[in-house]
């Protein structure tokens, strides 16, 4: 009965990210992500930390020389991009504080 109502007001299933999520991590820890926002935030963070320093280090150039010098040339830049982003988001976080 519940099927037949959301079908007829047009709902879809749940969003892809969701289900991606479900399958990568397992219902359980999907579950435990979801309600612990602790987990959440810190996933969150990661995420966007990573994002800066795929963005920084060039990735995709790099690993146009080929994989094992770009993997050289990445491991040889990642301690200055990394010092880079901490400082930049140590800066964004005192200009948001007001301090």
């Given at each position: 009965?519940t099927q037949?109502a959301n079908l007829?007001?047009?709902?879809?299933?749940?969003?892809i990210w969701?289900?991606l999520?479900i399958?990568?991590l397992g219902?359980?820890?999907?579950?435990?992500?979801?309600?612990?926002?602790?987990y959440?935030?810190?996933g969150?963070?990661?995420?966007i930390l990573?994002r800066q320093?795929?963005?920084e280090?060039?990735v995709?150039a790099?690993?146009?020389?080929?994989?094992?010098m770009?993997?050289?040339?990445?491991?040889?830049?990642?301690?200055?991009v990394l010092h880079?982003v901490?400082v930049?988001?140590?800066?964004?976080?005192?200009h948001?504080?007001?301090a």
């Amino acid at each position: 009965m519940t099927q037949q109502a959301n079908l007829m007001a047009g709902k879809r299933s749940a969003p892809i990210w969701a289900l991606l999520a479900i399958v990568f991590l397992g219902w359980n820890e999907f579950m435990v992500v979801l309600w612990n926002p602790l987990y959440l935030i810190i996933g969150a963070v990661l995420f966007i930390l990573g994002r800066q320093m795929y963005g920084e280090l060039d990735v995709d150039a790099e690993l146009q020389r080929g994989p094992i010098m770009g993997l050289i040339n990445i491991y040889h830049k990642l301690g200055g991009v990394l010092h880079k982003v901490a400082v930049q988001n140590v800066e964004a976080a005192q200009h948001l504080g007001g301090a």
